[in-house]
């Protein structure tokens, strides 16, 4: 099997965070490639950076409306990418562990909207530098989003890190907006400001998946279900059992989730383990 198939392959047997992965790379490869063929000399920008990254001006917006998405698939430079994308294939498998691959999805592309947003508004009310322009690339908003959210979801969540030991999600969580805070005053504040845009949403997302009174992003959720088609003819079942077995589940899902936040992860047995694995996945 050659390497293009053994990739292929990957690809399409992978999930959801393997597939952005695997996405991001091909696109970083791409700029590569472009950039050597192009020639381009020092402080050029290449024509696919220019046309898929996020301008700092509105009116931007009315010539590449896309960009306000596709700018979280491009990168400055190795080190950029990898950091990101080593961000993402942890916190995106725990991520995974609790919602379904489609939320995770949601969350990396509406992360980077609101990230390009609040981009955008801070380098127009808040500029940097006077009369200059800058662009917006990088996946950072739409994994911000993602950190931010599983760690609004499951707090007390503990991981274990080399050298120091059992941290939990939310200590993390604090450290990666903090950074962020502190970053605004140095030469990349546009970018943070969307790091904070991904992290806003993230965390507003989840709460009002908890909380009815929280109703910012109920018409966005919407666009992303499926809408029912009106059936020829009405058949009417009974719901009784369907219902119970939802409220089983639920009650089942709240009860192993407080145990995880008064004790962690690691001290659920493997049929809990295997309970909440299956309810990620629908």
Do not use: C
Not at 24 to 46: C, D, H, K, M, P
Not at 107 to 130: A, K, R, V, W
Not at 247 to 261: C, E, T, V
């Amino acid at each position: 099997m050659s390497v293009i198939d053994e990739i292929k392959r990957r690809y399409i047997t992978g999930n959801i965070v393997e597939k952005l992965i695997f996405i991001n790379i091909a696109v970083f490869v791409i700029t590569i490639l472009v950039s050597v063929f192009q020639g381009l000399y020092e402080g050029q920008i290449n024509w696919l950076v220019e046309w898929f990254s996020l301008d700092d001006e509105i009116k931007s917006l009315y010539t590449k409306p896309w960009s306000i998405v596709s700018y979280g698939f491009l990168h400055a430079d190795f080190l950029h990418i990898l950091m990101n994308l080593m961000v993402l294939y942890f916190i995106g498998n725990l991520f995974l562990e609790y919602f379904t691959q489609k939320q995770l999805l949601s969350f990396y592309l509406l992360g980077t909207f609101f990230g390009g947003i609040l981009f955008i508004f801070s380098q127009n009310y808040f500029p940097l530098f006077d009369g200059e322009t800058s662009i917006l690339i990088g996946a950072s908003a739409g994994i911000s989003a993602i950190f931010i959210g599983i760690a609004a979801y499951i707090p007390n969540y503990q991981l274990k890190l080399r050298f120091i030991g059992f941290v939990k999600l939310w200590h993390l969580a604090a450290i990666w907006i903090g950074l962020d805070v502190m970053a605004l005053i140095g030469n990349n504040a546009g970018g943070h400001f969307a790091h904070l845009g991904g992290a806003l949403f993230g965390f507003l997302y989840v709460k009002k998946a908890s909380n009815t009174e929280i109703k910012i992003f109920d018409k966005i959720a919407n666009l992303f279900k499926k809408k029912k088609k009106s059936p020829l003819k009405t058949v009417h079942k009974s719901k009784v059992k369907k219902k119970t077995n939802t409220n089983l589940n639920q009650q089942q899902i709240d009860d192993i989730l407080d145990k995880i936040s008064k004790s962690g992860y690691d001290t659920l047995t493997k049929a809990e383990k295997d309970f909440l694995f299956r309810q990620g996945k629908k």
